[in-house]
């Protein structure tokens, strides 16, 4: 005897497990996810205390665990490697992605003492496979082969794979704990953060720009918000320029250091100056240096120098994290501009900044919530910039 604890999308299994044997889920989730939820373990669905969030709101933090389709599609062929000699046909990734894209979790209504209706591999994928191509025949049922391969699939593989029907986006992730936690394990097991090597912790040329993101991620990306650290800069801890980053940089590697590091320099002549000189680091695969996104609003912006005033693509040589806020939102007396300054030898290019870029900042910062008449489109480029950059090293 013991107590079970499930994984399910709606009331379809995911995962499993019994007593001391499971695995810890909680990355899934927020506690803002913690709540009543039903356990569909039992004959008729039991409420107790778990964890529920819908797939939509996951599939970023999925990713973020390392779980993309190019990574799935490597758990497939191992899986597919070790168990090839019994398939007559080998059935692509390519076409399996296409199969399970077609699979609406919702519909499928089995109940839990009816193993074959809930299985990842319900009998409706198997009837798209069509004439038996995909199995090794015999006396066993048609989808026995392909249910051994994929049953094998990681949890967290299997819902990213889910996740490609958008019908499913909307299905609640359940993983209720309340009677595993009573009875075996204790509630805290339950209650833990991410684990400091699943976050990454960003490292920025100055105060500012850690500000600035902390502050769009928790108002633009606040569903995996969590997984994104930063130096204190309450504290003072905090880095003034390139030279400082590129130093922290060359400790960090020859420490050989254990946590996912992120360097995020600016998209200007200095920035760009120094994170050519980090790359050649010969980086370990836990820390990446990266640079803000060029954006193509940049490439006309006023500028003003030695030469007078003039439109200039400013990507690569003034661009730093204000640029990438709303220049237009509120009252202001002058027009954004650039200024150029000193001149950088090592890329033969000028330097430049934006006049009064702190004022930028701070109406950024004074917003207490998410503003409709304000711009953020720039600020969400650089976004995703950071989080395609984590989520190719937790998958690499």
């Known amino acids: ?58 599939v970023g933090r999925l990713e973020l665990l390392g779980y993309t389709l190019e990574a799935v599609k490597q758990e497939y062929k191992v899986a597919q490697d070790e168990w090839g000699e019994v398939f007559k046909r080998p059935l692509s990734f390519k076409k399996l992605h296409e199969l399970i894209k077609t699979v609406n979790i919702g519909a499928i209504t089995g109940k839990w003492s009816d193993s074959s209706e809930n299985k990842f591999v319900p009998k409706e994928i198997i009837d798209k496979l069509g004439h038996h191509e995909y199995i090794s025949g015999g006396s066993r049922p048609d989808y026995w082969d392909l249910e051994i391969l994929l049953e094998g699939f990681s949890p967290y593989a299997k819902l990213r794979l889910l996740a490609e029907n958008p019908k499913n986006l909307d299905l609640p992730i359940i993983w209720p704990f309340g009677e595993l936690a009573e009875n ?42 969590d997984f994104f650290q930063f130096i204190d800069v309450e504290k ?38 120094r994170y050519e000189d980090t790359k050649k680091l010969s980086l370990p695969k836990n820390i990446v240096a990266t640079k803000l996104p060029d954006v193509s609003a940049f490439k006309k912006f006023d500028t003003i120098g030695p030469s007078g005033e ?79 950059v984590c989520v190719q090293m937790a998958s690499a």
């Not at 039992?42 to 409420?47: Q, R, S």
């Not at 953060?193 to 960003?202: A, N, R, S, T, V």
């Not at 993101?213 to 990306?221: K, M």
């Not at 003034?240 to 600016?266: A, H, Q």
């Open 236 to 273: 003072g801890h905090h880095f003034d320029g390139t030279e400082s980053l590129y130093k922290f940089c060359k400790r960090l590697v020859s420490i050989g250091i254990l946590n996912r590091v992120v360097f995020l320099y600016d998209n200007d002549a200095a920035g760009i100056s």
């Open 310 to 388: 003039r439109k200039e693509d400013i990507n690569g040589k003034a661009a730093s994290i204000e640029c990438y806020l709303d220049l237009f939102h509120g009252k202001r007396k002058n027009k954004p501009r650039i200024r150029w300054s000193s001149y950088i030898d090592s890329i033969d290019q000028y330097q430049g900044a934006l006049e009064d870029k702190t004022s930028y900042t701070k109406h950024f910062l004074s917003l207490k919530h998410k503003d409709s008449s304000y711009d953020y489109s720039k600020i969400e480029i650089l976004l995703d910039h950071l989080y395609n």
């Open 1 to 58: 005897m013991g107590t079970m604890i499930h994984l399910t999308l709606g009331c379809f299994q995911i995962d499993w497990g019994k007593n001391f044997g499971f695995q810890n889920h909680c990355a899934l989730f927020q506690k803002s996810d913690l709540g009543t939820v039903p356990d569909y373990g039992y004959d008729e669905p039991l409420m107790m205390e778990g964890y529920s969030r819908s797939l939509r709101e996951t």
């Open 184 to 225: 075996w394990v204790g509630r805290e097991e339950f209650l833990a953060e991410l684990d400091q090597q699943q976050k990454f912790l960003i490292i920025t040329e100055g105060s500012s720009d850690t500000k600035i993101i902390q502050t769009a991620l928790s108002s633009h990306r606040k569903e995996y918000a």
